[in-house]
Every structure is written in C-alpha cells, then in structure tokens.
C-alpha cells in the first residue's frame, strides 16, 4: 500500500465516517486582519510542518461540523464526537497528553503518561485504566495521544496527500491569537473526489497546524473543520499527566492483551482489505465479519452506553439508502466529504469519492 495512500483514506475518509482521524471541529478562532508575514513557498512550508515540533502547549479547541450525516443521534457509537461542545488538550511535547472533552453538563477526561490511559466519564462517574504493554508503550504514538491531538492528524495528512496534490500558499490569516499561513491541497484534475481543497493555517513560529478545513465540491463554507480557539506554548505541570479516580468512582482496570483468535481475525481483515484507486479517489475495500451484521441488540455499558444496543441491520434500514449494481446490492451512506457502500454479503467499499467509484471498485476482482 502507497504512503500517500494510506495517508488519504486515514485522514479524509476517516474523517468523513467519523472513525477517527481529525476527530475535533470548530469554526475559526478569529476574523482578525490578516497579519504581514515573509513569503514562503509551499514545499518548503510543507516541510516545514512535517518536521516541526512544537513541544509541549494547552490549547482548546470548539466544535461543530456540516458533514451532512444522518441524524443518527446516539444510535451510532463515536456519533457524538462529531457535536461535542469542546474539547481542552494539552502536551509535554514527549509523548504525555491529556485531553478534557466536553459535552452539556459532563466531561470525559483521557490521560496518557507513556505507559498508562485513563479514561473517566464525570456523568457515569466511572473510570477506565488501561496499562500498555511495554513493547507497545516503545512505538511511537502509542495509546491514545495521536487520536487526542490534531495537529498529529494534521501533520500526517499533509506528508501523504501533497503527493497528489497541487500545493500553494494563499496568504496569510491569524487564528487564535496567533499568525498563520494559509496552506491549500487541491486535488489534481484527474482525481474523483467529492473534496474541493484541503486548507491548513499553519503557524508561521512554531509550524504546527492551528486550522484544517476540508471543503467539498459545490458548497462555499468547510464541510469540517478543526481549529484551535485559544493556545499557549509553554511547559505544563508533571501533575496534569497523572490521574487520581474521584472519590466513589467505579474503576476498571485493563491490559491489553491479544490472544489468537484475534490474531488470525486481524490477519483475515488485513487479507480481505484491499486499496483501489491511488491519490484522492482512493477506495478503501473489504469484508465485514458475518456476525457483525447479525449481532442481536445488547443492553451493556461503557462509554455512557451509548450505542449500545445498536441493531446494525435496523441502522441500515434506517439512515442508508438501498442500491444496486452489477457488484450486487447493498445499502449506500453518503456525506459531503466522503462515501460508503455495504452490500448484502458483507462486502463494503468506501472513500471521499462519489458513488460510482465505489460501485466500480466493488466490481473489481
């Protein structure tokens, strides 16, 4: 699999699913005038962001989003990331992150110190320890620090999809407080893709992404967008990366372990994906295991219950459209940034593309 391959379907389509990725969305932190900044070209703007370290800061970042998803509600796990009301992230700058995530009256706190994840919901009161084996814990970016921190996702983004890309700078703008350039991705002419650019406002000391707005095709505001609204360079105490359970807390403790049965599952999902397609309109495909489209609805905790006891094919029913081809039949989840098909018999295929790509993907053999 292609870098920038793996880059694209991680970053955008990720994005567009809600799977993960550049997970928080805000508006832009300021309409301040633009700020006088020495010229500099896109590569090396580029590589500049790719090799910068911005070290430790505390920042916070808004959310909001026009995805157009269905009003899936509660009914989809991870759903909510996508309406959270903001979300506080601060870093040593070595791998040690804490992120406060806020939604109405409660908050889930995650902690990473290196070796240990800590993951506490003040509405259920319930925290969640997880110890991360040692061999884990040497890999960089273990844990939970790369979902936590945008700008990881952003930097990734920006190493991969340039390469299919054409790259320029457009000014400058401030965010946060702070100068920025303004770094634009648009896809090549040959690429189908229901993404219009990719914009990046970089911060013109530090070089770390303080905006990533993805705009799709036909619409004239960002269909997602990741901003910090307020943001501070500076050392942060040892004692932020460290968690104590409030009083009364139910407290898990968990290590992860991975027997076999999982091991050949993994091996058999990494055998059934395939990539088709390379840059932009890359197509992600594959298999869903038979027993995850038939799992009987569960009443069962954890993360606040949400989705819980989910039925996937009534789901499907309700916020997919049922299509057709000559690759099958199957149900069809469309947003502005990006697209998936699920056919009847377990196949699916999915991207930042229209349609038809993925129908001609699934025809592939």
């Not at 020495?38 to 916070?60: I, M, N, R, W, Y």
């Not at 796990?77 to 804490?98: E, N, Q």
């Not at 100068?179 to 993404?195: C, H, I, Q």
């Amino acid at each position: 699999m292609k870098p920038k391959t793996k880059g694209i379907t991680a970053a955008v389509l990720g994005t567009a699913l809600g799977a993960g990725g550049l997970a928080f969305v805000a508006m832009p932190a300021s309409a301040d005038d633009k700020p006088a900044l020495p010229q500099v070209s896109a590569e090396d703007l580029v590589q500049s962001v790719v090799k910068a370290k911005p070290g430790a800061f505390d920042g916070t970042v808004k959310v909001s989003n026009d995805l157009g998803l269905p009003a899936v509600g509660n009914a989809v796990p991870g759903a909510s990331a996508l309406t959270m009301d903001s979300a506080h992230i601060f870093s040593d700058g070595a791998g040690k992150s804490r992120l406060a995530v806020t939604q109405g009256a409660s908050q889930e706190t995650v902690v990473h110190d290196g070796t240990t994840v800590w993951d506490y919901s003040s509405r259920t009161n319930t925290a969640t320890k997880v110890t991360i084996p040692a061999d884990v814990a040497k890999q960089k970016g273990a844990g939970s620090e790369k979902t936590a921190d945008p700008v990881a996702a952003s930097t990734e983004l920006l190493a991969k999809v340039r390469e299919s890309s054409t790259v320029s700078v457009d000014g400058t703008a401030s965010v946060a407080g702070r100068a920025a350039y303004e770094l634009v991705l648009t896809p090549k002419p040959a690429e189908r893709t229901l993404l219009r650019e990719i914009r990046v406002a970089v911060d013109s000391q530090t070089r770390m992404p303080l905006r990533v707005s993805v705009l799709s095709n036909g619409t004239a505001t960002p269909a997602l967008q990741v901003a910090f609204t307020q943001i501070e360079f500076t050392q942060q105490p040892a004692d932020l990366f460290a968690f104590t359970p409030p009083k009364g807390a139910k407290v898990q403790e968990k290590t992860p372990t991975v027997d076999q049965q999982h091991k050949d599952l993994a091996e058999q999902a990494k055998q059934d994906t395939k990539i088709v397609g390379d840059g932009w309109d890359t197509v992600v495909t594959g298999k869903v295991p038979a027993d995850a489209l038939n799992a009987a609805p569960k009443q069962q905790s954890g993360r606040e219950g949400r989705g819980a006891n989910a039925d996937p094919k009534a789901l499907l029913e309700r916020f997919a459209k049922k299509v057709s081809g000559t690759w099958g039949s199957g149900y069809l989840v469309t947003t502005k940034v990006g697209s998936a098909v699920l056919t009847d018999d377990g196949r699916f295929a999915a991207g930042a593309v229209p349609e038809q790509v993925l129908y001609e993907a699934l025809g592939q053999k």
